[in-house]
C-alpha cells in the first residue's frame, strides 16, 4: 500500500535540504548539467522525489506516478515520463550521496574516525539494517539492471541519512525513522 500522506509536505523539506547540501555545485537553473532542452523537473527535483518516496517507503514507481498524476497534478504538474525520472534518477545517483556526506558532516563535524564499544555498535547495525529492510522495504528493489539496483540502493541508503538529519536537526534520536517526517 502507498501511503501519500502530506507526500508535497514531506517534498518541500528533503528539497531544504538537498538544496542546502548541493548549493555549490548546483546551475542557476536548480540543475547540475547543462541541457539543450528545458527539463520538466529540475535535477535537484529528481533526486529530492527520489529521497521523499525512499523516505516514505515507496518503492514502486508505477504506482506513485499513477497516483501524482491522478491526485497531485497541482503539486507536482511538472513531472516527468516515468522513463525519463528513472534515466535520470541514475545518473544523479552520486550527488545523492553527496547529500549523505553533508549531512554526516552536518550531524558529526569534527569526527571521521570512531572508536566504539562493538556490542553497541552490532545492537545499532542491527536495528537500522531492520528498519531499512522493514521501513525502506530493502529487499524489494524492482532493478531490472546493475545501474538500477546500485541507483535504488544508493538511494535508499541515503533516505535514512535524510530521515536521521531531520531527526538531528529536531532535537529527536537520529534513529527513530518512523518519525522523522511527522512535523
Not at 522525489?49 to 498524476?69: H, M, Q, V, Y
Not at 491526485?71 to 504538474?77: G, K, V, Y
Not at 570512531?114 to 553497541?120: H, N, P, Q, V
Request: with cysteine.
Amino acid at each position: 500500500m502507498i501511503y501519500m500522506h502530506n507526500l508535497k509536505t514531506n517534498f518541500d523539506k528533503t528539497f531544504g535540504i538537498a538544496k542546502c547540501a548541493l548549493s555549490d555545485v548546483l546551475l542557476e537553473d536548480d540543475n547540475f548539467f547543462n541541457y539543450r532542452n528545458k527539463r520538466k523537473m529540475t535535477d535537484i527535483e529528481i533526486v529530492t522525489l527520489a529521497f521523499t518516496t525512499e523516505s516514505l517507503g515507496i518503492d514502486s514507481e508505477n504506482p506513485l506516478f499513477s497516483k501524482l498524476r491522478n491526485e497531485f497534478l497541482t503539486d507536482f504538474s511538472r513531472l516527468p515520463y516515468l522513463s525519463n525520472y528513472n534515466r535520470r534518477r541514475k545518473r544523479l545517483q552520486d550527488y545523492m550521496a553527496w547529500i549523505s556526506e553533508f549531512m554526516a558532516k552536518t550531524i558529526s563535524p569534527e569526527e571521521n574516525q570512531f572508536i566504539l564499544d562493538y556490542r553497541y555498535v552490532r545492537k545499532r547495525i542491527e536495528t537500522l539494517l531492520s528498519q531499512m529492510r522493514d521501513q525502506l522495504y530493502l529487499k524489494r528493489n524492482y532493478a531490472k539492471t546493475v545501474d538500477g539496483l546500485f541507483a535504488r540502493m544508493c538511494t535508499k541508503m541515503s533516505s535514512v541519512a535524510a530521515l536521521q538529519f531531520i531527526n538531528f536537526t529536531h532535537g529527536k534520536p537520529i534513529n527513530h525513522l518512523k518519525h522523522a517526517l511527522a512535523n
